[in-house]
């Protein structure tokens, strides 16, 4: 640690951070355009100017993004210097930027704007012509409204060292100076869109958030991203029970302040996705709407008529790598205690294609967010051992977790699920799985699910519920603990942070997990501390 | 009168062919680099150069042996000849690189050697095409000779030396452009701290940058030896022989070698040859278009970067640029404000934004459009420039003309506003008396005119 | 964009030789060295002589645009047989530099930045030539003109067109 002058008060920091970012540990704001913590320095907004004791009595003007804390400096953040610097700055910033904050989609979270507010003179000296360069498309989701632009070039340093792509860059000279792509080498890499987060003014945008609500309209909950095993933290944007956007949250361990473009737009799947809004049930060899307990009744009698018939454990249940932990327990719990199974599958989906950026930010092959965690819920058991309890007659009836709605079934899983005698499946919507089962009940997508997930380096992290699942579809776990609570076992209270203290005290490596240690960072398994960073 | 120096610009036997290195072996040539790397440690040679009192001839007037002593102690480490002249008004590196090509190189290797360096590079700016081509030449032949490449006159040195031209930028001129330059990147300049060229220069490693002059001094302390060239000149105002360059609207234009006790007045009417057509002078820019202009009534002054600094001006690249009465200052200074705007490089806000706005100011009052509040905002947004930028370009040809020149001339510029139009005013009511303004101070501020309507302007 | 260029044979060995100058990690420091080989082959730098450069030095290309659009030097566009640029710097206009572009531009029948119909001259303007004790200067392509008059303007247009 280190102690530091600012404006004559002293304050502990810790050495060797930088500047902006240790006064904003202080909850002090130095207002700065160019810097961005995931990024190198590079000094050239002047918008962080402050004024450092460069000899014992004497201040000089210094960067500071630019500036490692060492003991004993001495800052002065309000001075006349200072202070008149960041007015020039916000002048000489606004003078070529149009005034169209009422249409621009920055607007509410614009650093320009918020700064202007606090720096800004109020009027404008200028009564030259403004330069107006026109606007680009640069890539598949990004479009650059060259006028807007500040020059900060946190994207052309976001691609060269984050992505290592290098698809942007400063062309011409001078005041003409623009961000560009080449020619036909558009910004397409799997990051593409951190660009627009990371912008500081409306100039780089995601098409996808155009011309969208005002950013103050929206609700934000912190969740993680169901897109992959890396579990990218996110907070999600709000409005109306519709995710409008996604942002990658801060996790340093995890995915540092970025995400990945599919991670990022995978809410439309979720979303777009035509959902269940009732149970069905198999009528007369057709899948019918029911009301919950019509199709509570036709599940609890087809399981008992599976249970009734012979062999000792003809019933087994399947886990799903979307659900959370608590879901996949309950599932296992349901699998033992109701349907006295040993037979617990974990539903898997081929993996895709895995991918490390130049700074070690990881998209993983296994295109699930919570394999490991459900896993680790379930017990070793996998999928091609229950398809091949189906085909030699040991399994005849079947609980699934459903609800992944990039899952096909192939060929040879419908055949041998429609060997089976009865088939319950929790889904989303009506999916390959769904149309073969006896009774579906409509579950949740995982922006709706309140619980744990664990990611692929063991890292249990929270999703909150962004908004309740539509019409009568019900939390997973609910209907889990109905179905148990039917067949006379108490699988306990509804409460995730309660499931997950059960979870704590029965599964190996989850000892000691709590919903507060989890906390909004997250927390690893197995006691192993925190492992290596993933994000970049 | 100062006595004028032939030894920069001793001139060469009549007929000779400056690259031509058996004529520059005949005159005695490389004769210092056998000097330095038979006879002398490197510790001797870092010496030599800090007793000379030499300072660097780039136009910041930096000690050359403290930047040598700075050079931080890793290898490799790596040499640039900045020969980017293109400060305008400078003209004194064109002459040595067309006629004393050997001269520089012997000093490029007498540097890398008293450092260590054994690869090294004379940017040259891409405009001089002929230049290139005789350096690129000259260099094979030292090569040739085994003035360099493995081995240099059996001493176990190794040393290669490349051109790397440039393409026309006056930004490649920064030191730390210039290495951002040689790099392949945008020549935007580095930060500083942390990335002085001596500690984190060229590829990460220390660096010297020296500008051509230089490096050809170094052969004369070298070839004289550091006593009689510290005779020359004054340590104050810096060692040694200087190159002036007079150009503008004097009557014998040229490069002059003098010590840098002359006086401008000597430059102007002594060497020169006086103002064209019998004018009078109405002002002088004595180092380069950045350096601030003096009136008629300043020029008085030993040519030091010292003298010239208490005048409140610079020394810089001893580039002088006369101007006659008939001069508009209005004109001249939207030319060196064009110029500005022209080479920022555009990767700090306040250069990039704040230059070309007064560039578009200046303009507008030149074509009768200028506004009475506009010298202010002029003075204004030089005040918001200075000292905020990665590097000192945007405030040298950036901001010093524009204070300079606006505050001095000020009663010019004031009539253009009050008429609507470009006048000339006789010369008399165009410019102030030093004791009309205070003294233009080096570090950020705005001006206070000590006239009546200054005051009334606030 | 159109079909990728590539160097000639021989200026591929002179590509080779401006490359061994620079350590091998460092090849794009050849970028602007190797730039100016583009332009000589091909008479302005197009994108796809920007993609050659790139490809040569191992780097994505908008690097090499980011290089070729800085640089005054690099013509982005096809320029005429023969290149004038008028220095325009305050020490050339102290001597009439003026008049010399306006001379130019009468003669030629072109502005600024313009190139004659038959594709011969582009007229330009340039920033200090470092040649003020000898102003006004004109640039003809790789020559240096010095002391530029109007009459001398006469004179080496009547030069050029003699080849």
Same mark, same amino acid.
């Given at each position: 640690?280190?102690?530091?002058?600012?404006?004559?008060?002293?304050?502990?920091?810790?050495?060797?951070?930088?500047?902006?970012?240790?006064?904003?540990?202080?909850?002090?704001? +130095?207002?700065?355009?160019?810097?961005?913590?995931?990024?190198?320095?590079?000094?050239?907004?002047?918008?962080?100017?402050?004024?450092?004791? $460069?000899?014992?009595?004497?201040?000089?003007?210094?960067?500071?993004?630019?500036?490692? $804390?060492?003991?004993?400096?001495?800052?002065?953040?309000?001075?006349?210097?200072?202070?008149?610097?960041?007015? %020039? +700055?916000?002048?000489?910033?606004?003078?070529?930027?149009?005034?169209?904050?009422?249409?621009?989609?920055?607007?509410?979270?614009?650093?320009?704007?918020?700064?202007?507010?606090?720096? %800004?003179?109020?009027?404008?000296?200028?009564?030259?012509?403004?330069?107006?360069?026109?606007?680009?498309?640069?890539?598949?989701? $990004?479009?650059?409204?060259?006028?807007?632009?500040?020059?900060?070039?946190?994207?052309?340093?976001?691609?060269?060292?984050?992505?290592?792509?290098?698809?942007?860059?400063?062309?011409?000279?001078?005041?003409?100076?623009?961000?560009? #792509?080449?020619?036909?080498?558009?910004?397409?890499?799997?990051?593409?869109?951190?660009?627009?987060?990371?912008?500081?003014?409306?100039?780089?945008?995601?098409?996808?958030?155009?011309?969208?609500?005002?950013?103050?309209?929206?609700?934000?909950?912190?969740?993680?991203?169901?897109?992959?095993?890396?579990?990218? *933290?996110?907070?999600?944007?709000?409005?109306?029970?519709?995710?409008?956007?996604?942002?990658?949250?801060?996790?340093?361990?995890?995915?540092?302040?970025?995400?990945?473009?599919?991670?990022?737009?995978?809410?439309?799947?979720?979303?777009?996705?035509?959902?269940?809004?009732?149970?069905?049930?198999?009528?007369?060899?057709?899948?019918?709407?029911?009301?919950?307990?019509?199709?509570?009744?036709?599940?609890?009698?087809?399981?008992?008529?599976?249970?009734?018939?012979?062999?000792?454990?003809?019933?087994?249940?399947?886990?799903?790598?979307?659900?959370? *932990?608590?879901? *996949?327990?309950?599932?296992?719990?349901?699998?033992?205690?109701?349907?006295?199974?040993?037979?617990?599958?974990?539903?898997?989906?081929?993996?895709?294609?895995?991918?490390?950026?130049?700074?070690?930010?990881?998209?993983?092959?296994?295109?699930?967010? *919570?394999?490991?965690?459900?896993?680790?819920?379930?017990?070793?058991?996998?999928?091609?051992?229950?398809?091949?309890?189906?085909?030699?007659?040991?399994?005849?009836?079947?609980?699934?977790?459903?609800?992944?709605? %990039?899952?096909?079934?192939?060929?040879?899983?419908?055949?041998?699920?429609?060997?089976?005698?009865?088939?319950?499946?929790?889904?989303?919507?009506?999916?390959?799985?769904?149309?073969?089962?006896?009774?579906?009940?409509?579950?949740?997508?995982?922006?709706?699910?309140?619980?744990?997930?664990?990611?692929?380096?063991?890292?249990?992290?929270?999703?909150?519920?962004?908004?309740?699942?539509?019409?009568?579809?019900?939390?997973?776990?609910?209907?889990?603990?109905?179905? %148990?609570?039917?067949?006379?076992?108490?699988?306990?209270? #509804?409460?995730?942070?309660?499931?997950?203290?059960?979870?704590?005290?029965?599964?190996?490596?989850?000892?000691?997990?709590?919903?507060?240690? $989890?906390?909004?960072?997250?927390?690893?398994?197995?006691?192993?501390?925190?492992?290596?960073?993933?994000?970049? | 009168?100062?006595? !004028?120096?032939?030894?920069?610009?001793?001139?060469?036997?009549?007929?000779?062919?400056?690259?031509?290195?058996?004529?520059?072996?005949?005159?005695?040539?490389?004769?210092?680099?056998?000097?330095?790397?038979?006879?002398?440690?490197?510790? =001797?040679?870092?010496?030599?150069?800090?007793?000379?009192?030499?300072?660097?001839?780039?136009?910041?007037?930096?000690?050359?042996?403290?930047?040598?002593?700075?050079?931080?102690?890793?290898?490799?480490?790596?040499?640039?000849?900045?020969?980017?002249?293109?400060?305008?008004?400078?003209?004194?590196?064109?002459?040595?690189?067309?006629?004393? !090509?050997?001269?520089?190189?012997?000093?490029?290797?007498?540097?890398?050697?008293?450092?260590?360096?054994?690869?090294?590079?004379?940017?040259?700016? @891409?405009?001089?095409?002929?230049?290139?081509?005789?350096? =690129?030449?000259?260099?094979?032949?030292?090569?040739?000779?085994?003035?360099?490449?493995?081995?240099?006159?059996?001493?176990?040195?190794?040393?290669?030396?490349?051109?790397? !031209?440039?393409?026309?930028?006056?930004?490649?001129?920064?030191?730390?452009?210039?290495?951002?330059?040689?790099?392949?990147?945008?020549?935007?300049?580095?930060?500083?701290?942390?990335?002085?060229?001596?500690?984190? @220069?060229?590829?990460?490693?220390?660096?010297?940058?020296?500008? &051509?002059?230089?490096?050809?001094?170094?052969?004369?302390?070298?070839?004289?030896?550091?006593?009689?060239?510290?005779?020359?000149?004054?340590?104050?105002?810096?060692?040694?022989?200087?190159?002036?360059?007079?150009?503008?609207?004097?009557?014998?234009?040229?490069?002059?070698?003098?010590?840098?006790?002359?006086?401008?007045?000597?430059?102007?009417?002594?060497?020169?040859?006086?103002?064209?057509?019998?004018?009078?002078?109405?002002?002088?820019?004595?180092?380069?278009?950045?350096?601030?202009?003096?009136?008629?009534?300043?020029?008085?002054? !030993?040519?030091?970067?010292?003298?010239?600094?208490?005048?409140?001006?610079?020394?810089?690249?001893?580039?002088?640029?006369?101007?006659?009465?008939?001069?508009?200052? &209005?004109?001249?200074?939207?030319?060196?404000?064009?110029?500005?705007?022209?080479?920022?490089?555009?990767?700090?806000?306040?250069?990039?934004?704040?230059?070309?706005?007064?560039?578009?100011?200046?303009?507008?009052?030149?074509?009768?459009? @200028?506004?009475?509040?506009?010298?202010?905002?002029?003075?204004?947004?030089?005040?918001?420039?200075?000292?905020?930028?990665?590097?000192?370009?945007?405030?040298?040809?950036?901001?010093?003309? &524009?204070?300079?020149?606006?505050?001095?001339?000020?009663?010019?510029?004031?009539?253009?506003?009050?008429?609507?139009?470009?006048?000339?005013?006789?010369?008399?009511?165009?410019?102030?008396?030093?004791?009309?303004?205070?003294?233009?101070?080096?570090?950020?501020?705005?001006?206070?005119?000590?006239?009546?309507?200054?005051?009334?302007?606030? | 964009?159109?079909?990728?260029?590539?160097?000639?044979?021989?200026?591929?060995?002179?590509?080779?030789?401006?490359?061994? /100058?620079?350590?091998?990690?460092?090849?794009?420091?050849?970028?602007?060295?190797?730039?100016?080989?583009?332009?000589?082959?091909?008479?302005?730098?197009?994108?796809?002589?920007?993609?050659?450069?790139?490809?040569?030095?191992?780097?994505?290309?908008?690097?090499?645009?980011?290089?070729?659009?800085?640089?005054?030097?690099?013509? /982005?566009?096809?320029?005429?047989?023969?290149?004038?640029?008028?220095?325009?710097?305050?020490?050339?206009?102290?001597?009439?530099?003026?008049?010399?572009?306006?001379?130019?531009?009468?003669?030629?029948?072109?502005?600024?930045?313009?190139?004659?119909?038959?594709?011969?001259?582009?007229? /330009?303007?340039?920033?200090?030539?470092?040649?003020?004790?000898?102003?006004?200067?004109?640039?003809?392509?790789?020559?240096?003109?010095?002391?530029?008059?109007?009459?001398?303007?006469?004179?080496?247009?009547?030069?050029?067109?003699?080849?």
């Amino acid at each position: 640690m280190a102690t530091i002058t600012i404006d004559e008060k002293q304050y502990t920091v810790e050495e060797g951070r930088n500047l902006i970012d240790a006064a904003a540990d202080l909850g002090i704001d +130095i207002p700065h355009f160019c810097y961005h913590p995931g990024l190198a320095p590079d000094g050239n907004c002047r918008m962080c100017l402050t004024e450092m004791e $460069i000899r014992p009595g004497q201040f000089g003007i210094v960067t500071s993004c630019t500036i490692r $804390i060492k003991d004993g400096m001495n800052f002065r953040f309000n001075s006349p210097a200072v202070l008149d610097n960041r007015k %020039g +700055i916000m002048e000489f910033l606004l003078i070529n930027h149009p005034l169209d904050c009422p249409w621009c989609d920055q607007a509410g979270e614009c650093k320009l704007q918020d700064h202007s507010f606090d720096h %800004g003179r109020g009027h404008s000296r200028f009564v030259e012509t403004k330069r107006v360069p026109p606007k680009k498309d640069l890539g598949p989701h $990004i479009t650059l409204y060259t006028t807007r632009c500040i020059l900060c070039q946190r994207c052309t340093r976001f691609c060269d060292e984050i992505t290592g792509t290098s698809e942007l860059g400063v062309v011409q000279m001078g005041s003409k100076s623009e961000i560009a #792509t080449f020619e036909d080498v558009p910004l397409d890499n799997k990051m593409s869109a951190n660009v627009a987060d990371i912008c500081p003014v409306g100039a780089l945008v995601t098409k996808d958030f155009l011309y969208k609500p005002r950013i103050w309209h929206y609700e934000k909950v912190d969740t993680v991203c169901p897109g992959c095993a890396t579990g990218c *933290n996110t907070t999600l944007e709000i409005l109306h029970q519709k995710v409008y956007r996604t942002k990658p949250r801060h996790n340093e361990e995890v995915n540092g302040y970025w995400m990945c473009d599919e991670g990022r737009f995978c809410y439309h799947g979720w979303q777009d996705v035509d959902r269940m809004k009732a149970p069905l049930k198999r009528v007369d060899g057709e899948l019918a709407q029911a009301t919950w307990p019509d199709a509570m009744d036709a599940a609890v009698s087809g399981i008992q008529a599976v249970l009734d018939g012979e062999g000792d454990s003809a019933m087994a249940v399947i886990g799903s790598p979307v659900a959370t *932990n608590e879901e *996949n327990y309950l599932l296992r719990r349901l699998g033992a205690e109701a349907f006295g199974s040993p037979w617990t599958g974990l539903d898997r989906k081929p993996d895709g294609e895995a991918w490390t950026s130049k700074s070690g930010f990881h998209i993983d092959a296994d295109k699930t967010p *919570n394999t490991r965690g459900a896993r680790d819920m379930l017990g070793a058991g996998s999928l091609e051992d229950i398809l091949r309890g189906i085909g030699d007659g040991s399994i005849r009836g079947l609980y699934v977790l459903g609800g992944d709605i %990039g899952r096909t079934l192939s060929t040879e899983e419908a055949e041998a699920f429609r060997k089976l005698e009865f088939l319950v499946v929790h889904d989303v919507h009506r999916s390959d799985l769904a149309e073969l089962a006896d009774v579906v009940f409509p579950g949740t997508i995982p922006f709706e699910k309140n619980g744990t997930m664990t990611n692929g380096q063991g890292r249990v992290q929270r999703l909150n519920p962004a908004f309740p699942p539509p019409g009568g579809a019900r939390e997973d776990g609910a209907i889990l603990r109905y179905v %148990g609570q039917r067949m006379g076992v108490d699988l306990g209270g #509804t409460d995730p942070a309660g499931v997950l203290e059960e979870i704590a005290g029965n599964v190996e490596g989850y000892a000691g997990l709590t919903y507060d240690l $989890i906390g909004d960072q997250g927390a690893m398994t197995g006691g192993e501390g925190p492992s290596e960073a993933a994000g970049g | 009168m100062a006595a !004028p120096l032939e030894i920069l610009t001793a001139p060469l036997p009549a007929e000779t062919d400056p690259g031509d290195i058996d004529a520059y072996l005949a005159g005695g040539g490389y004769g210092a680099v056998r000097k330095a790397l038979k006879s002398m440690s490197q510790a =001797e040679l870092i010496e030599e150069i800090n007793a000379s009192g030499i300072k660097g001839r780039g136009g910041a007037g930096f000690s050359t042996g403290m930047k040598w002593n700075l050079c931080a102690d890793r290898f490799p480490r790596y040499l640039c000849a900045n020969a980017d002249e293109s400060e305008p008004g400078s003209f004194k590196d064109r002459l040595l690189l067309e006629s004393k !090509p050997h001269q520089i190189i012997e000093g490029m290797i007498i540097t890398s050697y008293a450092l260590g360096i054994n690869l090294g590079y004379i940017y040259i700016r @891409g405009e001089f095409f002929q230049i290139i081509d005789q350096m =690129e030449a000259a260099l094979a032949d030292a090569r040739k000779h085994g003035f360099l490449g493995a081995d240099i006159l059996d001493t176990g040195y190794d040393l290669e030396l490349y051109v790397h !031209p440039g393409a026309g930028a006056y930004i490649c001129g920064e030191e730390t452009g210039l290495i951002e330059s040689l790099e392949g990147n945008r020549p935007y300049p580095r930060l500083k701290p942390p990335y002085f060229p001596a500690a984190i @220069g060229l590829w990460g490693q220390p660096t010297i940058v020296n500008n &051509v002059e230089t490096m050809a001094q170094i052969t004369t302390i070298v070839d004289m030896g550091a006593e009689a060239y510290k005779a020359i000149g004054s340590e104050e105002d810096t060692t040694g022989p200087r190159l002036f360059g007079l150009c503008g609207h004097v009557n014998k234009p040229g490069i002059y070698e003098y010590d840098s006790e002359v006086t401008l007045r000597e430059l102007i009417y002594d060497a020169a040859g006086g103002i064209r057509d019998g004018n009078r002078l109405k002002g002088v820019i004595p180092g380069g278009i950045s350096a601030p202009i003096l009136t008629p009534e300043e020029i008085d002054t !030993p040519m030091g970067f010292g003298a010239l600094g208490k005048l409140g001006s610079m020394g810089g690249t001893g580039g002088i640029i006369v101007m006659d009465e008939t001069t508009s200052m &209005v004109d001249a200074l939207l030319n060196a404000s064009s110029f500005a705007a022209h080479e920022s490089c555009g990767q700090c806000t306040p250069c990039r934004e704040g230059v070309p706005w007064m560039n578009d100011i200046l303009r507008r009052i030149r074509n009768g459009q @200028g506004r009475e509040e506009d010298l202010d905002l002029l003075l204004d947004v030089c005040k918001q420039i200075h000292g905020h930028t990665v590097c000192v370009f945007g405030q040298a040809p950036g901001v010093w003309p &524009v204070r300079t020149i606006l505050v001095k001339y000020w009663p010019e510029f004031r009539a253009c506003i009050e008429r609507k139009e470009l006048v000339v005013p006789p010369l008399e009511e165009s410019y102030l008396r030093p004791d009309q303004y205070e003294h233009i101070p080096p570090v950020p501020g705005n001006f206070r005119l000590k006239t009546e309507e200054a005051d009334a302007a606030g | 964009m159109a079909t990728p260029l590539e160097f000639t044979e021989a200026t591929r060995e002179r590509a080779a030789e401006i490359l061994d /100058r620079y350590p091998d990690e460092y090849r794009k420091s050849a970028v602007v060295p190797l730039l100016h080989l583009a332009q000589e082959e091909w008479g302005y730098v197009s994108p796809e002589a920007m993609a050659c450069v790139a490809r040569l030095i191992g780097c994505s290309p908008v690097k090499v645009a980011e290089i070729a659009t800085f640089y005054p030097m690099f013509n /982005r566009e096809p320029v005429g047989e023969h290149v004038l640029a008028v220095c325009h710097t305050l020490p050339c206009a102290l001597t009439g530099c003026g008049s010399v572009f306006d001379h130019l531009s009468e003669k030629l029948g072109i502005g600024l930045g313009e190139t004659t119909a038959d594709g011969r001259f582009t007229l /330009r303007k340039s920033e200090c030539l470092a040649a003020c004790d000898r102003g006004p200067v004109l640039l003809v392509n790789r020559r240096l003109h010095t002391h530029v008059s109007p009459a001398k303007v006469d004179e080496i247009l009547a030069e050029l067109d003699k080849g």
